[in-house]
């Protein structure tokens, strides 16, 4: 994964080189939501420099990626640079189907004391231990047992901030639509504290997973 300096700017709001502006609008507000100073989610890993470094590098990929004219000179430059092929900027003539700007927001509940609850169940005991003791987690492993805990995507966004669509990216195994390792490894922790499991196994095991999934396959 790259680094959040080394992506350029279609990297850092997550988005398909083809977005229209509608995806963009609503990329680059869930970006400030994670990355902004209010996110407790990336509170800790940046210092204040660093985050004004962060959201400026985001803000500018915004504004360069509204202004059409703004746009095509960028794209221009990524096509003569070769890091991306022109048939990628080609835009899908059908209207995108509208989509939420966030989650809806969702009845709370104390999701911790509901967790320890739900934990002592016998078949999730199982089911954490079976996860827990795998040298790889895979996304599967968590959305299996996000689901088996009764927890909806939206309920975890309202807690932790991170965006669904991240969320949903982690549990699918979306390695090219995932965000830069230092961020990765801090959803991840949050996410299993969430679901009460081993934030650091949890981190290890979902990074050689795809780390593994990454690899070219043998010729």
Known sequence: ?????????????KLPFDADAVAVQRA??????IYGENSLVTYELFSDEQRGDLLQAIDEAYHTL??????????????HSGLA????????TEKPAAAPARPAP????????????????????QLISETMGKDLVAGDDLKRL????????SEIYEVTRISASTLRNIEANQVNNLPAEV???S?????????????????????????LARRPPRK
Do not use: C
């Open 106 to 125: 969702v009845k709370h509940r104390d999701l911790q004391a509901w967790v320890k609850q739900k934990s002592k169940e016998e078949p999730i005991k």
């Open 28 to 33: 680059y507000r869930e970006a400030l939501e």
């Open 66 to 79: 509204m202004d059409e004219d703004k746009r095509a000179t960028y794209n221009q430059m990524l096509i």
């Open 1 to 13: 994964m790259k680094t959040f300096e080394n992506q350029n700017y279609y990297e850092i709001l």
């Open 146 to 153: 996000r689901e088996a805990l009764g927890i909806e995507i």
């Open 85 to 92: 092929d022109p048939s990628l900027f080609a835009r899908k």
């Open 183 to 185: 961020f990765l490894k």
């Open 187 to 211: 959803f991840l922790k949050s996410l299993a504290q969430i679901l009460q499991v081993d934030p650091q196994r949890t981190v290890d095991g979902y990074l050689k997973y795809i780390a």
